[in-house]
């Protein structure tokens, strides 16, 4: 008898852990804000987002800065994603004074019509392809 309580018991421990466990959504729905500031930093931080394993759709807008990810929770997270693009040159904007930035030698790969640091390179972009500056 004690043992089929025991036995009974760590069932309900065992089922209970487990219904507390977070489920992790196959096709998770994210955005962030990525710096950059033309087409080709566009491919960029695109191809950068899914090279990570797990990712289904990566779209960085121009216009808002906003890349919209859908991947698999179970086999990436933000954080892996978000490494992956400051690799490749390309600053996440976390909240308004806070950012994950990309090293100066990573940020130094880009092209050089892509430095969305200087203020001149900024400024000399032509019609859709000038960055949009926040007031």
Request: glycine share 6%; with cysteine.
């Amino acid at each position: 008898m004690k043992k089929l309580v025991l036995v009974f018991s760590l069932f309900l421990i065992g089922f209970s852990v487990q219904s507390q466990e977070v489920k992790k959504k196959k096709n998770a729905k994210v955005s962030f804000e990525v710096d950059g500031i033309c087409g080709m930093c566009k491919t960029r931080i695109e191809t950068a987002a899914l090279k990570s394993k797990g990712v289904k759709f990566a779209v960085w807008s121009l216009e808002t800065h906003q890349l919209n990810v859908i991947m698999d929770e179970r086999k990436t997270d933000v954080l892996t994603i978000q490494k992956n693009i400051t690799e490749v040159g390309h600053d996440i904007i976390l909240e308004e004074d806070k950012k994950m930035v990309a090293t100066t030698e990573a940020y130094n790969s880009v092209h050089p019509c892509c430095k969305y640091r200087d203020e001149e390179i900024i400024t000399g972009h032509d019609g859709e392809l000038k960055k949009q500056k926040k007031n």
